[in-house]
């Protein structure tokens, strides 16, 4: 990996215009692991434009050559597995473990997009005799990617593997506290030769940069993941040039387990769902309805459980949860969980750990809250933190009310053995994903996307194809005859 760590546009390695570069840290013990340059909305600009040059000859590229530079890609970064997870748990406070399984992961969902590069097509439509419609998908051209920490190099795939594949060129403007990874991919990029100017990286602070990415008139589709607060930005700056936008926002997903499902498996459920990434998840479960007749056994368990967490740094093998990206977000989580301690009853968690070796990282206990009704703030808004609230219920149609009771509907979760009930109950939830005895996260072959505050479109599986394509409808007269009158025309 290069030791200069500069912003990649149109093929080249530069600094930002302004000349300014800044910090990226390890969560897990406040060590400055580098810096990168501080981009402006001038390097956008240039990116943008590298972009724009490039689009012609990679929209034309054969189709099946697109798909197989995308295959190059994901076996580079299967060549690069072990220094991506390194940067990935040092940067983005993965463990390990977890980080190693998201390269493999990131280089399967590259190998998932390339394939749409040759399939995703039109169709014929029957509009009548003596005319043959079709439709033609047609790429946009220049695509925005603005993308959180919490999964950073995974989420810049997600939307640039499928724009890329389907002949449109990128711009991608990562989180600041996880810049590195960005220009390691962009070495990666570098390294199989993709023709300059199909992928840019511009890292920099979102206040300036990714707001001019998302403001720029020659950018024809933005693909945003993030907050609601900032996803509400993005959108008013695409306002004035009409872009395509998919916006992929928060969650505050509720999970339903029914008095049918053993204590053991509800409390894995509500520990996977609540604790994996440090909580730091779009889709975390983070609403825990349990029916009354096991809801204190489901409590204490999970007390029990939650205790027993290995906090640890990131590249130790035996952790189990790591720290939480930033101090920003360290200082999030402590207003929340004091509000919940007014709100509800803290079961366990509730503060930072006593270990000394965690003091310099942004640790923070696993915390559980019971006693705590939906509409509460700890019930109703995104913590991003290790922060679970358990509900307890006695109804179905009421658990189901509350359960859609909330801004979000990104992801829910159902657990319970009896099947009918099980499938009726994903039915009536309002969100884009319901896992019905499990709980998968994400899966790129299948749409990934929100109801209500949790977004507009979808990620993955064949529904991303309208983010980065046009459709073109085509009519073509077959028949041998004089035009009618214009003014007999119906339109
Ligand atoms: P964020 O909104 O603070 O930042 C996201 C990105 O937007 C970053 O790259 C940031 O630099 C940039 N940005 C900031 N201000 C901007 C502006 N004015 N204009 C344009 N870009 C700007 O979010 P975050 O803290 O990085 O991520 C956490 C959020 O992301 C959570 O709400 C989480 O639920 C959400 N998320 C959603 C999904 C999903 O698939 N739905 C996946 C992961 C994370």
């Given amino acids: 990996m290069r030791a200069d760590k500069l912003m990649y546009i149109g093929g080249e390695w530069v600094e930002a215009s302004s000349g300014e ?10 060590e400055i692991l580098g810096s990168v340059p501080k981009g402006t909305p001038a390097d956008i600009d240039a990116a943008v434009s590298a972009a724009l040059k490039a689009f012609p000859a990679w929209r034309d590229t054969d189709p099946d050559a697109r798909g197989r530079w995308l ?6 970064i299967r060549a690069n597995a072990d220094d991506l997870a390194l940067l990935l748990a040092r940067e983005s406070g993965h463990y390990i473990g977890k980080a190693q399984g998201l390269v493999e992961f990131t280089a399967q969902n590259v190998e998932f997009h390339a394939g749409l590069a040759d399939k995703a097509r039109g169709s014929s439509i029957p509009t009548g005799p003596g005319r043959l419609a079709l439709t033609r998908l047609e790429p946009v051209g ?6 959180p920490w919490n999964y950073p190099l995974f989420l810049i795939t997600r939307s640039v593997a499928p724009a890329v594949a389907l002949g449109n060129t990128a711009v991608i403007k990562p989180a600041t506290p996880t810049s590195l990874i960005a220009v390691a991919l962009a070495e990666i990029v570098g390294s199989i030769g ?3 100017g199909v992928f840019n990286v511009v890292t920099g602070p979102g206040s300036s940069t ?3 990415l998302a403001g720029h008139p020659d950018v024809r589709s933005i693909t945003f993941t993030g907050s609601v607060e900032t996803g509400r930005s993005v959108m008013e700056a695409a306002v004035p040039n009409m872009t395509k936008l998919t916006l992929e926002l928060g969650g505050k997903s509720p999970v339903i387990i029914f008095p049918d499902v053993d204590i053991e ?5 509500a520990m996977q769902g609540a604790l994996s990434r440090c909580g730091q998840v779009c889709i975390a479960g983070t609403r825990l309805f349990v029916h009354a007749d096991i809801y204190d056994a489901v409590v204490a368990r999970l007390a029990e459980r939650f205790a027993a967490v ?5 590249l130790d093998p035996r952790t189990q949860m790591g720290p939480l990206v930033s101090a920003d977000q360290l200082r999030i989580v402590e207003r929340y969980v004091a509000i919940g301690k007014q709100e509800a009853r803290l079961v366990v968690g509730g503060a930072r750990p006593d270990d000394p070796a965690l003091q310099k990282g942004c640790f923070y206990l696993p915390t559980l809250f019971a006693d705590v009704t939906n509409d509460m703030r700890i019930a109703q808004e995104e913590i991003f933190g290790p922060v679970l609230s358990a509900i307890k219920w006695t109804d179905e149609d009421e658990v189901i009310a509350q359960a859609n009771d909330s801004p979000f509907g990104l992801a829910a979760a159902v657990w319970c053995n009896d099947t009918t009930k099980a499938i009726r109950t994903a039915t009536r939830l309002e969100a884009g994903g319901v896992f019905v005895n499990e709980w998968i996260g994400e899966d790129f072959k299948a749409p990934h996307g929100g109801y209500k505050l949790s977004g507009i479109g979808r990620e993955n599986g064949f529904e991303c194809i309208s983010q980065y394509t046009e459709v073109k409808h085509i009519a073509i007269n077959l028949v041998d005859k004089k035009p009618e009158n214009w003014c007999d025309a119906p339109l």
């Fill in 21 to 30: 570069r800044f910090d990226s840290e390890n969560p897990a013990t406040g």
């Fill in 71 to 76: 295959l190059s890609l994901a076996a580079a």
């Fill in 142 to 147: 220049v695509t925005g990617h603005i993308v």
């Fill in 194 to 196: 993709l023709p300059p």
């Fill in 210 to 212: 990714g707001a001019a």
């Fill in 265 to 269: 498996t509800a409390t894995e459920v």
């Fill in 310 to 314: 290995r906090l640890g740094d990131t």
